[in-house]
């Protein structure tokens, strides 16, 4: 049986290693703020239209797929699949509020076959090595996604109490530190960089929107 490698300090280098590990928390963080909007105003506050994305990327890389940074960053990664389990399951149960009319019938339904389309894409694609050790390419590709429907969301409901104002902080200053562990790791890789700071832009407008907002509301 080979030695579990809690840490692996051959391949990155310690800071690198604690700067994912900080990114990694505040993920964890904005799950909490999304779960806890959940259960207070049952409402999803993150875009359904990702979701499914986000899921199959967690179930991939927790269980099919191993990242090379050691056993902790694994936990944290199955960490993030448990959590978002609870965020799938919510849902299913209340995110046909983020739909119109039309949509409501048939959102089950498609929530569930996004999730399945998903897995369908991220498996040939992480199989085949597109994807990096740490399945950061693929990562920051649904990040962009989640940055622009987030978006969308919100200028849609300006005015909806369940959309969690720290879940949209942790969630950016998640994926920065993330971000810069990768930008730093691998330098070659300009298409991290340019998610990272396509993302930025788009989550940066999102928090000056959901600012003013916030202080309009509480007046």
Wanted: aromatic share 18%; proline share 2%; net charge positive.
């Amino acid at each position: 049986m080979k030695d579990i490698i809690w840490l692996n300090t051959d391949i990155y280098t310690v800071p690198e290693l604690i700067l994912f590990g900080i990114g990694a928390f505040f993920w964890i963080l904005c799950y909490i703020f999304t779960i806890r909007n959940i259960i207070k105003y049952k409402y999803v506050s993150i875009s359904a239209g990702v979701i499914g994305a986000n899921i199959a990327w967690e179930f991939l890389w927790a269980f099919i797929f191993k990242q090379n940074m050691g056993m902790v960053l694994q936990i944290g990664y199955i960490g993030w699949f448990l959590l978002d389990v609870f965020i799938v399951y919510s849902t299913f149960k209340y995110g046909d509020k983020q739909v119109n009319a039309n949509l409501k019938p048939h959102f089950k339904l498609l929530f569930g076959f996004s999730i399945i389309g998903w897995l369908a894409i991220l498996y040939p694609f992480i199989k085949d090595g597109f994807d990096n050790p740490i399945g950061a390419n693929s990562a920051y590709a649904i990040q962009l996604v989640i940055s622009v429907t987030c978006l969308i969301m919100l200028l849609n409901n300006l005015k909806e109490t369940g959309i969690s104002y720290w879940a949209a902080w942790t969630r950016m200053l998640g994926s920065l530190f993330c971000g810069i562990m990768c930008i730093i790791h691998w330098k070659e890789n300009h298409w991290i960089l340019s998610m990272v700071v396509v993302y930025m832009i788009i989550d940066i407008y999102y928090l000056i929107i959901a600012t003013k907002q916030r202080k309009i509301m509480k007046q």
